[in-house]
């Protein structure tokens, strides 16, 4: 019963924290409304998330939140400095193939959402059965060691939090 | 507000100011589509982060105020950028490139967006 009007409680009060942000107002009229969309959403959407995977490691996303904040402000200032002192033909871009050890499309997407929000790398494509990803490297001598950082940087801590 | 105050939020106007202007740059300096694609990335994130940071400090400095509202356009841009970014690169994939040219799978199916190539 309870599953049936909350299908999603995590979302419902996400909903309704993202709504009270956006009126900047925590008056009761706010809070009623952000409710009432943070009930009737879940249950509109629930259709298009049939087997979400349950996440039990809220310390493992907020190291994973963290460290993807960090990286991207590391990697900015590595690429601006690739485009401002780089000719064109030093830069080795090229693509290379991450093999996903991830299943959960959710997981992937969180990957491939990564990867393009750190600079230097952009997801581009996942392989048909969805077992690889395709990605863009701004400058990457070293292809293998943009695999492994990737994997062992971001996919294991995902495949923590993603059981 | 007093000087060192400006000072502050000025510094972050700058900083994400510097960034938009180098990933603009790159988008006309870097070579091929597939490079030009990694200068806007990075605007949307430390460029319009940096703007963003100056604007809360701003509101904080100014009229003591906490604004959420900047977190909430960080959190939409990082959920929107990287599926702008798939699909400019998706339609590029599909129009020019090759199955010849991108490395290998490794699985026994080609890449989603050239499945149906020939």
Redesign the interface.
């Known amino acids: 019963m309870i599953r049936r009007i909350l299908p999603h409680p995590a979302l419902t009060l996400m909903l309704t924290l993202v709504w009270l942000m956006l009126v900047q107002d925590a008056g009761l009229g706010s809070i009623l409304l952000g409710l009432f969309l943070g009930f009737v959403i879940p249950i509109l959407t629930a259709p298009y998330w049939p087997d979400r995977p349950r996440l039990r490691n809220p310390v493992g996303i907020a190291g994973f939140v963290l460290i993807v904040l960090w990286d991207i402000c590391i990697a900015n200032v590595t690429v601006a400095r690739l485009v401002l002192f780089r000719r064109n033909a030093d830069l080795q871009s090229r693509f290379i193939t991450i093999p996903l050890e991830l299943t959960a499309p959710e997981a992937i997407a969180v990957l491939a959402g990564t990867i393009t929000l750190t600079p230097g790398t952009v997801s581009a494509d996942l392989s048909a059965d969805g077992r690889a990803l395709l990605v863009h490297c701004l400058h990457a001598p070293d292809p293998d060691a943009v695999i492994n950082e990737i994997k062992d940087r971001y996919e294991r801590r995902l495949k923590e939090i993603f059981p | 507000m007093a000087l060192w105050q400006e000072i502050i939020v000025a510094a972050f106007l700058i900083i994400g100011g510097g960034?938009g202007l180098?990933g603009s740059?790159?988008l006309i300096?870097?070579?091929?589509p597939?490079?030009r694609?990694?200068?806007p990335?990075?605007a949307t994130?430390?460029g319009v982060?940096g703007v963003l940071i100056g604007s809360m400090v701003y509101q904080a400095f100014a009229d003591g105020t906490f604004?959420?509202?900047e977190?909430?356009i960080t959190?939409f841009l990082?959920?929107t950028?990287?599926?702008t970014?798939?699909l400019i690169?998706?339609v590029h994939?599909h129009q020019t490139i090759r199955k010849s040219e991108?490395?290998?799978?490794?699985?026994?199916?080609?890449?989603?967006?050239?499945?149906k190539q020939d």
Do not use: C, E, I
Not at chain 2, 29 to 32: E, F, G, R, S, Y
Not at chain 2, 104 to 115: I, Y
């Open positions: 960034f180098v740059f790159g300096k870097l070579a091929d597939m490079a694609l990694h200068a990335t990075k994130t430390l982060g604004s959420v509202h977190l909430l959190l990082f959920l950028a990287p599926v970014a798939m690169s998706k994939l991108l490395p290998p799978t490794g699985t026994d199916r080609p890449w989603a967006t050239l499945d």
